[in-house]
């Protein structure tokens, strides 16, 4: 038997379990049946703060897995994070891939089917969320194969939606991806996603309003959409540098940023060609993390960004003078996002991600200034937050289908 484990002193525990015996005989601490339907053997194994997901296959597709997982997450890609691999158990016993647990994760059936979340409803933006993951794995040169609901997993990121692959048994890095493969792909997609939608609408889960054929079909506009904005190729006059910058902030608000930028001479004159082509993803999440060390999905980031502005604008006006972005930020971390996290009750906090709670947060600051003609001060915010949406709200941190 061989076990591989990436972060081997951080994962060390994993030695301790039965991995030489079949998964579905396994009787340990903190493991449970994950709900659904799986080709294979699933379990959930919770240790302390951390939680696991093993899944029993072949040792071909678990080498496999173990390979692509580290590739894309290599790549900066939203996927789950492969703890480790084991093979060679016996003649006639299969491999087991080992993942780590997807904190905040939400399944497809507790979004679509619109119980349990209060925080709020998030089942319209599940399919824009899905169409987003694909276009960048597609720009990545990552045929997926198998796109579904089930091979997804969803987490709130500040009003939308953010999609991470946990499934890649059928998936294939190439250096790039022709049209008739990301075709293939988006095929499959709008097939498998339509089928899940209507095993929830038969099985009276699916919230009302929901037409799986039309909501399927949608995928393939939302992603013909999106691989345009970040693939088309735009040339401006050399002096319309207004252009230039209105198409970038477009490529920001989508969590991108070009690569390239060259002056191009003509017989016409100058000319600016900007070439989208993505390097990285997440450019307001890194952004946040280099200037106050916060982890935030996209969104979210955008969302904490934009109140550290707000924040420096009002500090500039105060103090009558220029403020560098690292001195704002370092007072709005103490003064602002700090503060109001530390007026959630600590059984409370767990609830949603740092980053999350924050932008809700800011959420129903405006909700109340609103309705009161007036701003609203953070202290009474987070308390008016706590008592009205968040003590009913449910844990997201572990969540299952079955707690829809």
């Keep these: 038997m061989r076990l591989q484990l990436a972060k081997a002193t951080e994962h060390a525990g994993i030695v301790d379990w039965p991995l030489d015996e079949p998964l579905a005989e396994w009787s340990i601490d903190g493991m449970q049946k994950v709900p659904g339907l799986h080709r294979h053997v699933v379990r959930l194994v919770e240790v302390g703060e951390t939680s696991y997901v093993v899944k029993e296959l072949p040792d071909p597709l678990a080498e496999r897995e173990w390979r692509l997982l580290r590739e894309l997450a290599e790549a900066g890609l939203p996927t789950a994070e492969v703890v480790g691999v084991v093979t060679g158990r016996d003649d006639e016993a299969d491999g087991l891939l080992i993942t780590r647990h997807l904190d905040y994760a939400l399944p497809y059936r507790t979004l679509l089917s619109g119980r349990g979340l209060r925080i709020p409803y998030l089942g319209e933006r599940l399919l824009d969320a899905l169409a987003g993951l694909l276009v960048r794995l597609h720009l990545a040169g990552f045929y997926w194969g198998d796109c579904s609901l089930s091979n997804t997993l969803f987490r709130r990121d500040a009003g939308a ?11 294939e890095r190439h250096p790039q991806l022709s049209h008739g493969q990301r075709a293939l792909d988006l095929q499959i997609a709008t097939e498998n996603v339509l089928g899940g939608l209507l095993d929830l ?123 560098v972005e690292s001195v704002a930020a370092a007072r709005w971390l103490e003064e602002r996002f700090e503060r109001a996290l530390a007026g959630i009750p600590p059984e409370m906090a767990a609830k949603l991600e740092p980053a999350e709670l924050y932008h809700q947060v800011l959420e129903h600051r405006w909700f109340l200034s609103e309705r009161a003609g007036g701003d609203v001060g953070i202290d009474e915010t987070v308390a008016s937050y706590v008592a009205d949406v968040l003590a009913s709200a449910p844990a997201e941190q572990v969540m299952t289908p079955d707690e829809a």
């Design 161 to 171: 939606l953010s999609a991470y692959i946990i499934d890649v048994e059928t998936g």
């Design 201 to 323: 609408q038969m099985g009276g889960l699916l919230a009302d309003g929901i037409d799986p054929v039309e909501t399927a079909l949608a995928i393939e506009t939302s992603y013909d959409r999106l691989w345009h904005e970040l693939t088309g190729v735009d040339e401006f006059n050399a002096d319309e540098t207004f252009r230039v910058d209105r198409r970038l902030r477009r490529l920001h608000d989508l969590g991108f940023d070009a690569a390239e930028l060259e002056l191009v001479t003509t017989v016409d004159g100058a000319r600016l060609r900007l070439v989208p082509r993505v390097v990285e993803h997440g450019f307001h999440t890194q952004k946040l993390r280099a200037i106050t060390g916060l982890e935030a999905g996209e969104n979210q980031a955008r969302r904490l960004l934009n109140d550290i502005s707000r924040y420096r604008a009002v500090l500039e006006q105060r103090g009558g003078r220029k403020v």
